[in-house]
Each structure stands twice: as structure tokens, then as C-alpha cells.
């Protein structure tokens, strides 16, 4: 007879929506089953930032959209904004069909942290936030094309708010604990940071440092530091990229661009031949251009107007760049496993005191055994202002979760539990009905 642990595992599949095989994380690479993947793809949010409309929902624009990403030959696309209150199955099965991914950023305008001052970051961070960011892996952890979640962008987007990096680790280690106690896979948690020059490389060992509950499964940047000279391509050499690679060459997670693109003072995506080479690929796992649509800041590579999109120059030559850059082949000097980096120091770019991390909220705790709850959309009236936020230090190894997502029980020594981890091993009422899917499943294949 089979044991519960497989009988979970079966439960998992039977519940999973696509047809996509889930990305994971080994050793500094993803991989898709055994084969390596790299990300390849483009940020995707018309209406911008400012219009924060979630894409998926625009059924007919998405349908028109999808054959742009046919051509552009991507497997990724990047949303910043979702409504996590509204059913996803129509859009995100329109991207497995066409064999896409999602990167999905987990915060929202309304819902997110507020970096302004040490009081703004302690106060944002609660439980009616926590609720939001919760929701949204409610809504999206079932669909097997997810491929990862973001715990924030540009948080840090400058040497003076570094002092928000403890907060959105803290985020970071919420969401990973989240999954582990509620989902029915695993699903990588990362951060996608500024390049802001002084502070890069601290921002990368700071994910990437501490107990395991702690540190992020991945490591992204936005990367404009490729830009076309007047009458020629700037290059490997003169974008600095070398040192990035000496840098980052030993970093055991996963590494890949979550926005590039200059558009100084012309476009020609040089950098996309260099992406998808065995130059970077014993580090990075590819990146995402950005943008699809034309915004005010006019990054965009297809124009917006009256529902109809019209392809720009960049889209061509972007897609003509996707085209020529061929993958490198078996794991492309990827390694299979590091050593957890060393916390970065304070001085006097890096305003990070020490190693430990906020207490999630107190009212936040519940969550992680009973669930998200209702969640609030794109409509709710915001966290800023709203809920208790964390009051104390954690403890080192306190977002341990209390089981793991094949529905067995975590091991017991492997985090110390603190004020803000839970005491006892639980198994979510989700989980007890998916395995009664399987179940079902496996009768009517006995007929």
C-alpha cells in the first residue's frame, strides 16, 4: 500500500493546473525537469504602473498579445500587478498553451512596503499586507506555469533606504514559510533589486545570508548598464558585464536579469546574444526585456492605441536578437551546490545593523495555519494605514515552516522556532481535499 507521502505527491499533481512543467532551483541554475532553463522573455503590465490593471483579466487583450510573444519566441513574461481576488484559469491557461511562464511580482500600489523612513517600513509591514501577499500565492500557487514570485522590486532603490533590506528579507522568509505550510509544490521566492552601483553586491549576499527559512531562492536585478553607443554596440567589455561575472561567481542561487534594456541612445539588444551565452551562463539564467507596451517613459516595444497593438522597430529587433541566441547546451558551467554567502557588513553605503530580521505580525502568525483569508484585490483600502504591525526581533530560524509541500511534516531540526514560527505541525484542510482528488483520480483509473 502506498505510504502518505506518496499518495501526497500524487494529490499535488492531481490538483495542478497546466500542462507546463514546473521550474525549480538547483544549485545556482533553474531547471525544467532535468534540462536547464534560462529566462527569456519581456516585462508585460500595459496601462503601467500607474494604471495598475492586471493583465490577465483583459481576456481579449491578452489573447492578442499572446501571439506577439509567439513571435518574440519568449517563455516568460513579467507581471507587476495582479487582482488576487479574481479566478486567473482562463489567462494563465492561455499562457501555458503557448508554453509561457510566469514571473509575478507578489506586492501591489496599494499593498506594499513603505520605504520612506524606518517608522513607514515598521508600520507597512502587517498583517493586513502580509493578507495580500498571502492571497496572491493562494490564487496563483496552483497553476504549474508559475514560475517564480517576487518579495518585491526596487525596494532598495537607493544607498540611502538600504535600511528597508530587513524588511523585504523578512517578506522573503514569510512567503517561503507561506508556501512550504500551505502549497502543494515549491515554488522559488526572490527579490529583483535596483543596480544601484554602491550597494549591488550587498544586496545580493544580504538574500542570500543566514538560515536557510531566510535566505532567497533566487537573485534578480534590473539592469541598464548595456547601452548603445551613437554608431555601434556597446559590448560585453564596455557594459562592465566581465566584472559582473568575476563578482557573482560563486553566488550558489540562481542569478537572472528581472528587467534590461537601455534605450541610450538607440536599441539593438547587443546584450541579448551575450545573455544566452556560455559567457554568463555559468551564472546567469537569462533576463526579461523590458517593456511590452509603450508607457510614458517609453521603453515599450509595441504602441497601445484603441485595444490595437502596432510592433515598433524594437520589437523587431528584439525579436530578431531572441532569434539568433541560442541557448548553451547540458548545464552550461552551472554548479550544483554553494556555500550560503556571508551577511555584508555596515559601512557607510550599507545601513544594515547586524543580521536579524523583524517578527512577522503577530496577527500574521494564524495565517500560516488557517490561511489568507478573504483577500483584497485591487480594490481594497490599502496596508499603509492599516493593521498591527511587527513589534520585535526574530529569531534566527523562526520561519521554519511546520511542514513541506509534499505534505509531510519538516524536520525537526532544521530551524529553531521563535515568537513568530508556529509550535506544532500542521497540515492544511486544502491538502486533506486534494488527496481526496487523488483518491477519486485513482479509482476511476482502476474502471
Not at 97 to 103: E, Q, R
Not at 207 to 214: M, R, S, Y
Request: with cysteine; proline share 6%.
Amino acid at each position: 500500500m502506498k505510504n502518505f507521502a506518496t499518495i501526497a505527491a500524487l494529490a499535488a499533481v492531481a490538483a495542478a493546473k497546466g500542462n507546463l512543467t514546473p521550474i525549480t532551483v538547483k544549485g545556482n541554475a533553474f531547471y525544467k525537469g532535468n534540462e536547464r532553463f534560462y529566462v527569456r522573455g519581456v516585462a508585460y503590465q500595459p496601462g503601467g504602473a500607474a494604471d495598475a490593471q492586471d493583465p490577465l483579466l483583459d481576456i481579449e487583450g491578452l489573447k492578442r498579445d499572446v501571439e506577439n510573444f509567439k513571435k518574440l519566441g519568449i517563455n516568460t513574461i513579467r507581471i507587476y500587478t495582479i487582482d488576487n481576488s479574481k479566478n486567473h484559469d482562463e489567462g494563465m491557461k492561455m499562457l501555458d498553451d503557448a508554453g509561457i511562464y510566469l514571473a509575478l511580482d507578489a506586492n501591489t500600489p496599494k499593498y506594499s512596503l513603505n520605504r520612506e523612513n524606518e517608522k513607514t517600513l515598521r508600520t507597512s509591514y502587517n498583517e493586513e499586507y502580509l493578507r495580500s501577499v498571502f492571497a496572491t500565492i493562494d490564487a496563483f500557487q496552483d497553476y504549474s506555469n508559475l514560475m517564480v514570485l517576487f518579495s518585491g522590486n526596487e525596494v532598495i532603490n537607493a544607498k540611502n533606504n538600504s535600511n528597508a533590506a530587513p524588511y523585504v528579507k523578512a517578506v522573503t522568509r514569510d512567503m517561503k514559510q507561506y508556501i512550504n505550510n500551505r502549497s502543494p509544490r515549491q515554488i522559488p521566492v526572490g527579490y529583483s533589486a535596483a543596480d544601484v552601483a554602491e550597494i549591488i553586491e550587498q544586496q545580493a549576499l544580504y538574500f542570500d545570508c543566514g538560515t536557510e527559512d531566510e535566505r532567497a531562492d533566487f537573485f534578480a536585478f534590473n539592469d541598464y548598464s548595456w547601452c548603445d553607443f551613437k554608431d555601434k554596440l556597446q559590448t560585453f567589455e564596455g557594459a562592465g558585464w566581465p566584472a559582473k561575472m568575476e563578482t557573482y561567481k560563486n553566488f550558489p542561487k540562481p542569478i537572472f536579469l528581472s528587467e534590461h534594456g537601455c534605450i541610450e541612445p538607440n536599441r539593438q539588444w547587443g546584450e541579448v546574444a551575450a545573455i544566452y551565452s556560455e559567457k554568463m551562463s555559468a551564472v546567469y539564467s537569462g533576463g526579461l526585456a523590458y517593456e511590452y507596451t509603450v508607457e510614458p517613459n517609453n521603453y515599450g516595444i509595441v504602441e497601445l492605441k484603441d485595444g490595437k497593438i502596432e510592433p515598433n522597430k524594437d520589437f523587431e529587433s528584439l525579436r530578431e536578437a531572441y532569434s539568433k541566441a541560442k541557448n548553451p547546451t547540458g548545464s552550461a558551467g552551472a554548479k550544483e551546490s554553494g556555500t550560503p554567502s556571508k551577511c555584508p557588513p555596515k559601512d557607510d553605503d550599507w545601513d544594515v545593523e547586524g543580521t536579524l530580521l523583524p517578527q512577522i505580525p503577530a496577527k500574521a502568525v494564524a495565517f500560516m495555519k488557517d490561511g489568507a483569508g478573504k483577500a483584497p484585490g485591487l480594490a481594497g483600502a490599502g496596508s499603509h494605514f492599516a493593521g498591527t504591525p511587527s513589534t520585535g526581533t526574530a529569531t534566527p530560524g523562526s520561519g521554519q515552516a511546520t511542514r513541506t509541500p509534499n505534505g509531510q511534516a519538516a524536520p525537526a531540526n532544521s530551524g529553531a522556532q521563535g515568537a513568530s514560527g508556529a509550535n506544532s505541525v500542521e497540515i492544511p484542510m486544502k491538502f486533506f481535499g486534494m488527496i481526496g482528488a487523488s483518491v477519486l483520480l485513482g479509482v476511476a483509473l482502476m474502471f
